[in-house]
């Protein structure tokens, strides 16, 4: 249904324009930067709520928080300012200025100074944040009204102001924290630690809600490709634990099938072959003669033919995985249909073996050698390579090939072009459709292509 979904909007994607257009764009583009695991995605899904609405908080709170207090401190520190400078103004006897020096110090936690009437100096260099420069100067513009100068960046812990009076510079340093609302980071300190244990608890459940899915589909995988299934235990969310026991029911109803299907199989065949094997002593015991020669080659042949339909009925799909060595199995075959003596080519490149069904690959492999081999004219090679977790295999021959177009049709059972051709070769039909059925249960691919040698290419791959 997803996938469904999917294609349709892709597919109609150019014709959209404007905004609709836009979102589709915008919804590919995040589904391809989207990581593809089950446990990133969720973590994003709780991880991004979180993230969006501290920041949101963080950003109106601290920025409505930090402005109103630095207000409020600057404008009580440029009010003792203002009172010193009246002080000193309307109380000239105090000729040392011990005492103003003593209440500012002691009361508003000022240190002061008054120096002779020079210039004040030159701006000081504004900082980054000018938020501290800006509600200083405005206050101290309102509330003393006289020339002033203000640096902020200087000292790393204090502010130093300059106020010009007619007769003298007022000098007043303040430590920074009495102006500035300093210690916000410590509010983000606070949710940076909260969200950090909240991330930490979101991946301590989330792994173990995840951990029964990848399982049951590790399961399903191995008992697809034949493997044995490692044991595990149902567990988790109830969907998860649903899911895991409709597996595990579907995998004994499969079991059980199969079974039914192979002993139902060996009756059979034991009954045809025992059948046939009469024939053939019956025909031992006439005399010889051309038509005796004859039903010999057709009882010969119906034995081939019941072999051939058995192998694909049974499928081999009961068959066990083993590690075996594919270079070795590969010359086998190539020695065992060798070429008007000759035996067929083989090339090996990589890790030699695999984890295979030994003998339902063989007659895969099989099949496609006699095939070549049968419409060959005079050249038939098999090519492997096993690296990068992939074990590919290309059986090319020098023979006629086939059609672009009989290339689906000629795995279906039964299905022979040599009959059309007009080639007297017996075959039943079954050779490609067996080795596709092979080569999925192994969970590979099959395809025909043309072979650099002129005829058909086989090409087998598997993975693992
Ligand atoms: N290497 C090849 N070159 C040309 N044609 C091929 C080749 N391999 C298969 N074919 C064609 O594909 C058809 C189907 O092949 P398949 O192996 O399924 O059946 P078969 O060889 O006729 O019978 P069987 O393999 O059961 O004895 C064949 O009839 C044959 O014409
Ligand atoms: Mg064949």
Same mark, same amino acid.
């Given at each position: $249904?997803?996938?469904?979904?999917?294609?349709?909007?892709?597919?109609?994607?150019?014709?959209?324009?404007?905004?609709?257009?836009?979102?589709?764009?915008?919804?590919?583009?995040?589904?391809?930067?989207?990581?593809?695991?089950?446990?990133?995605?969720?973590?994003?899904?709780?991880?991004?709520?979180?993230?969006?609405?501290?920041?949101?908080?963080?950003?109106?709170?601290?920025?409505?928080?930090?402005?109103?207090?630095?207000?409020?401190?600057?404008?009580?520190?440029?009010?003792?300012?203002?009172?010193?400078?009246?002080?000193?103004?309307?109380?000239?006897?105090?000729?040392?200025?011990?005492?103003?020096?003593?209440?500012?110090?002691?009361?508003?936690?000022?240190?002061?100074?008054?120096?002779?009437?020079?210039?004040?100096?030159?701006?000081?260099?504004?900082?980054?944040?000018?938020?501290?420069?800006?509600?200083?100067?405005?206050?101290?513009?309102?509330?003393?009204?006289?020339?002033?100068?203000?640096?902020?960046?200087?000292?790393?812990?204090?502010?130093?102001?300059?106020?010009?009076?007619?007769?003298?510079?007022?000098?007043?340093?303040?430590?920074?924290?009495?102006?500035?609302?300093?210690?916000?980071?410590?509010?983000?300190?606070? $949710?940076?630690?909260?969200?950090?244990?909240?991330?930490?608890?979101?991946?301590?459940?989330?792994?173990?809600?995840?951990?029964?899915?990848?399982?049951?589909?590790?399961?399903?995988?191995?008992?697809?490709?034949?493997?044995?299934?490692?044991?595990?235990?149902?567990?988790?969310?109830?969907?998860?634990?649903?899911?895991?026991?409709?597996?595990?029911? $579907?995998?004994?109803?499969?079991?059980?099938?199969?079974?039914?299907?192979?002993? $139902?199989?060996?009756?059979?065949?034991?009954?045809?072959?025992?059948?046939?094997?009469?024939?053939?002593?019956?025909?031992?015991?006439?005399?010889?003669?051309?038509?005796?020669?004859?039903?010999?080659?057709?009882?010969?042949?119906?034995?081939?033919?019941?072999?051939?339909?058995?192998a694909?009925?049974?499928?081999?799909?009961?068959?066990?995985?083993?590690?075996?060595?594919?270079?070795?199995m590969?010359?086998t075959v190539a020695?065992e249909n060798?070429?008007?003596?000759?035996?067929?080519?083989?090339?090996?490149?990589?890790?030699?073996?695999?984890?295979?069904?030994?003998?339902?690959f063989k007659r895969c492999l099989t099949n496609l050698v006699v095939n070549?081999r049968?419409?060959?004219?005079?050249?038939?090679?098999?090519?492997?390579?096993?690296?990068?977790?992939?074990?590919?295999?290309?059986?090319?021959?020098?023979?006629?090939?086939?059609?672009?177009?009989?290339?689906?049709?000629?795995?279906?059972?039964?299905?022979?072009?040599?009959?059309?051709?007009?080639?007297?070769?017996?075959?039943?039909?079954?050779g490609?459709?067996i080795a596709?059925?092979?080569?999925?249960?192994?969970?590979?691919?099959?395809?025909?292509?043309?072979?650099?040698?002129?005829?058909?290419?086989?090409?087998?791959?598997?993975?693992?």
């Amino acid at each position: $249904m997803a996938t469904l979904a999917d294609n349709t909007s892709v597919e109609t994607a150019p014709e959209r324009g404007g905004l609709r257009g836009a979102y589709t764009r915008f919804a590919r583009f995040l589904r391809r930067q989207m990581p593809t695991g089950l446990f990133a995605r969720s973590l994003i899904i709780i991880i991004t709520p979180i993230v969006v609405l501290q920041a949101v908080v963080a950003f109106v709170f601290m920025e409505r928080h930090w402005e109103m207090v630095t207000r409020r401190l600057s404008a009580a520190v440029v009010s003792d300012v203002a009172a010193l400078v009246d002080v000193l103004g309307t109380y000239p006897q105090d000729s040392d200025y011990a005492e103003l020096q003593r209440i500012a110090l002691e009361d508003m936690r000022l240190v002061v100074r008054v120096l002779p009437p020079e210039p004040l100096p030159a701006p000081a260099p504004k900082p980054f944040i000018a938020l501290l420069d800006l509600v200083l100067s405005e206050e101290l513009r309102t509330r003393v009204g006289l020339p002033f100068w203000v640096d902020t960046v200087s000292r790393p812990n204090a502010v130093e102001i300059r106020i010009r009076l007619p007769e003298h510079v007022f000098q007043v340093f303040v430590s920074r924290g009495q102006t500035y609302a300093s210690n916000s980071h410590i509010f983000i300190l606070w $949710m940076v630690g909260t969200s950090l244990v909240l991330l930490a608890i979101a991946i301590a459940f989330l792994r173990n809600q995840i951990r029964p899915i990848l399982k049951i589909a590790a399961a399903a995988e191995d008992f697809g490709k034949g493997r044995p299934v490692r044991p595990f235990k149902i567990r988790g969310a109830r969907e998860v634990r649903q899911a895991g026991h409709a597996f595990g029911a $579907m995998r004994s109803r499969i079991e059980r099938q199969i079974e039914q299907r192979t002993t $139902m199989l060996a009756g059979v065949s034991h009954d045809l072959r025992t059948v046939l094997t009469r024939f053939r002593l019956q025909l031992a015991l006439l005399e010889e003669s051309n038509d005796v020669e004859a039903l010999r080659r057709d009882v010969d042949d119906m034995n081939r033919m019941l072999e051939g339909y058995l192998a694909f009925a049974r499928g081999d799909a009961g068959e066990s995985t083993a590690r075996i060595d594919v270079a070795a199995m590969l010359e086998t075959v190539a020695q065992e249909n060798a070429l008007d003596g000759a035996p067929v080519p083989v090339t090996f490149a990589g890790e030699r073996f695999a984890l295979l069904r030994p003998l339902g690959f063989k007659r895969c492999l099989t099949n496609l050698v006699v095939n070549a081999r049968r419409h060959a004219k005079s050249r038939v090679t098999v090519s492997a390579d096993h690296s990068a977790g992939c074990l590919t295999i290309h059986v090319d021959d020098d023979g006629p090939g086939i059609p672009p177009e009989e290339r689906d049709a000629v795995f279906r059972p039964f299905y022979r072009l040599d009959e059309a051709r007009n080639l007297d070769q017996s075959g039943t039909g079954l050779g490609l459709a067996i080795a596709r059925d092979v080569v999925r249960v192994h969970g590979g691919e099959i395809r025909l292509d043309d072979s650099p040698l002129g005829g058909l290419r086989v090409t087998v791959t598997i993975p693992g």
